[in-house]
T-cell receptor, first 113, second 112 residues
Framework: GAGVSQSPRYKVAKRGQDVALRCDPISGHVSLFWYQQALGQGPEFLTYFQNEAQLDKSGLPSDRFFAERPEGSVSTLKIQRTQQEDSAVYLC???????????FGSGTRLTVV | GNSVTQMEGPVTLSEEAFLTINCTYTATGYPSLFWYVQYPGEGLQLLLKATKADDKGSNKGFEATYRKETTSFHLEKGSVQVSDSAVYFCALSGAGSYQLTFGKGTKLSVIP
């Protein structure tokens, strides 16, 4: 596609529910990143994939967060047993080559009630 | 670790006013520096970047110069337009790193 597509755009979850957030990167982009953006803050790194390999998950805040990219294209960020502090915008970005920069999606706004 | 500090907003300017948004950073080595812009309802877009000291990034009338001596990368535009209203983020990536470290963002509102 022409850009990075994320779905859903908005998600409301009851505390304790599991959620799955989807990212469709630009075709051919090898690198894929997930960032978390709390209200009024800048995005913070969560995890990085190169093709299907998750090379860095150091930013995942707890073991309730899990990300996968099984075929090296679409990625899913899963949050188990959601808590109120998980409320944020989750951004996905992809890149063919870091020197060319990253293309960000519009994000998924997660609200946990 | 790496960190980015940018001036807090919101910033409200009249059309055709001069814009400066300050950004300073802390990093080891020689990071690459970026300005991203986020228009309402849209994703982050790269506005400009600089990869080494004294480089000037520019795009759409915006400019920023990589100043290693002051560890700064201030964003400037000589004459803002209403369409420039957005949130601006300063960011860096460490040498050889793929991770971006962002500032908190500065919301700019330009009024006619």
């Amino acid at each position: 596609g022409a850009g990075v597509s994320q779905s859903p755009r908005y998600k409301v979850a009851k505390r304790g529910q599991d959620v799955a957030l989807r990212c469709d990167p630009i075709s051919g982009h090898v690198s894929l990143f997930w960032y978390q953006q709390a209200l009024g803050q800048g995005p913070e790194f969560l995890t990085y994939f190169q093709n299907e390999a998750q090379l860095d998950k150091s930013g995942l805040p707890s073991d309730r967060f899990f990300a996968e990219r099984p075929e090296g294209s679409v990625s899913t960020l899963k949050i188990q047993r959601t808590q109120q502090e998980d409320s944020a915008v989750y951004l996905c970005a992809s890149s063919f080559n870091a020197d060319y920069g990253y293309t960000f999606g519009s994000g998924t706004r997660l609200t946990v009630v | 670790g790496n960190s980015v500090t940018q001036m807090e907003g919101p910033v409200t300017l009249s059309e055709e006013a001069f814009l400066t948004i300050n950004c300073t950073y802390t990093a080891t080595g020689y990071p690459s520096l970026f300005w991203y812009v986020q228009y309402p309802g849209e994703g982050l877009q790269l506005l400009l970047k600089a990869t080494k000291a004294d480089d000037k990034g520019s795009n759409k009338g915006f400019e920023a110069t990589y100043r290693k001596e002051t560890t700064s990368f201030h964003l400037e535009k000589g004459s803002v337009q209403v369409s420039d209203s957005a949130v601006y983020f300063c960011a860096l990536s460490g040498a050889g790193s793929y991770q971006l470290t962002f500032g908190k963002g500065t919301k700019l509102s330009v009024i006619p």
